[in-house]
């Protein structure tokens, strides 16, 4: 109802501009002078100093998430992550065994295909951690611990601040595995801290300043038939991210592409008119990552792609070659893709708008698919 959504024209709508809260509850009370409080943990901490590898499961929005907890989990704790679609571990005999902490990812707690994963996971023999947004649901209640996200009820089919969510619980599971490991050092560990505790607030930033724009170029883009995303490094699930978005929602051809793999197949793709997402690196990153995407975009641009960027603040060197550029504020590598999203989930929710479809309730698709 609409007293439901607070005056909002959609759930989705609303659970965007939460995005920002849903980080913050999520931190909230976990990040004490520097250090990473997860009592629910205690329980299970002789296991998880054993584990030496970790596998993330989970399906959709959450598997993206765990591509970044993966990427994050790895350059701070020094453990092996994977990464995995729930129904295809489940089906395929993998490997694994009480060394193995197998971290489910999952908004509702009800996904039936990573259930079964976690089910098999513990039959195996792994240690089982679940990172949900539901109270007492299933997946839960069947792992050995939980790290509830509190991103508070997710309405819109379409998961929006359940991601961001997501990842901020995974980086602190990778912060706390770190000092756990000695594998990095308590001020190391006290600074991505201080930078998780700064997205809040950029994250409102953004919902704040790129909102209305993208929905004018939403508005101009309703009848086209296809969208690239490109992203590298943390950018890439954010691409993926991206692209899914616009699949549910206005059900349109998208696909998102690690920019590194362009010349590996996708540039044929590129013909005049094509509209390209760009997530573009941080100009200040040590890496050289930011060159390579500012060379990928003239390379689609010369080849007639209609380019917007998503670039930190003050990049000028993306400005000569992108149709437009949508800001966000500066941060750590880690932490840009929980601002370079917010505006793909808008992009998303206004390209459906334009198209007047349904943005809660997309045809074909289910909040919590409960079949396998
Ligand atoms: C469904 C939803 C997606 C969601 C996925 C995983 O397919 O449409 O938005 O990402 O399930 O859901 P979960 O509740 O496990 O996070």
Redesign the pocket.
């Given at each position: 109802s609409a007293a439901e959504k607070g005056g909002w024209s959609s759930f989705m709508k609303k659970e965007i501009s939460e995005e920002p809260d849903a980080v913050a509850n999520t931190l909230r009370g976990r990040v004490v002078g520097g250090t990473v409080q997860l009592p629910e943990l205690d329980g299970v901490a002789e296991e998880l100093a054993g584990i030496n590898r970790v596998l993330i499961l989970?399906?959709?929005?959450?598997?993206y998430a765990g591509m970044l907890g993966k990427y994050a989990i790895e350059a701070w704790a020094r453990i092996p992550v994977d990464v995995e679609l729930s129904h295809e571990f489940r089906y395929r005999d993998p490997v694994l065994d009480e060394r193995t902490l197998v971290v489910s990812?999952?908004?509702?707690?009800?996904?039936m295909d990573?259930l079964m994963a976690v089910r098999y996971a513990r039959e195996q023999g792994a240690r089982t951690l679940s990172i949900c947004?539901t109270q007492g649901a299933t997946i839960p209640r069947e792992s050995d611990a939980v790290l509830y996200t509190h991103a508070g009820p997710e309405v819109a089919?379409?998961?929006t601040k359940?991601f961001v969510a997501?990842v901020t619980a995974l980086y602190l599971l990778g912060l706390h595995l770190a000092g756990q490991r000695g594998a990095l050092s308590e001020a190391a560990i006290a600074a991505q801290l201080g930078e998780l505790e700064a997205v809040p607030h950029k994250l409102q930033q953004v919902v704040d300043a790129v909102s209305g724009r993208i929905a004018e170029l939403a508005h101009w883009m309703s009848d086209t038939q296809s969208v690239l995303f490109l992203g590298r490094h943390v950018g890439f699930p954010v691409a993926l991210e991206g692209a899914?978005k616009l699949k549910?929602l206005a059900y349109i051809h998208a696909e998102g592409f690690a920019a590194g793999e362009l010349k590996h197949g996708p540039i044929a793709l590129i013909e005049p008119g094509q509209i390209v997402f760009v997530l573009v690196p941080s100009p200040r990153d040590p890496s050289s990552l930011h060159k390579k995407v500012v060379s990928n975009i003239q390379e689609i641009r010369a080849r007639g792609a209609r380019v917007i960027a998503i670039a930190e603040l003050g990049d000028v060197a993306v400005v000569p070659f992108a149709d437009e550029v949508l800001r966000v504020p500066l941060a750590a590598p880690f932490f840009q893709p929980l601002l370079g999203v917010v505006p793909l989930h808008v992009f998303g929710m206004e390209l459906a708008t334009a198209k007047g479809l349904d943005v809660d309730q997309p045809r074909n698709?289910?909040?919590?698919?409960t079949v396998e």
């Open positions: 989970a399906c959709g929005t959450a598997a990812v999952s908004q509702s707690g009800e996904t990573t947004n089919v379409a998961s359940a997501q899914l549910e698709l289910a909040k919590s698919v």
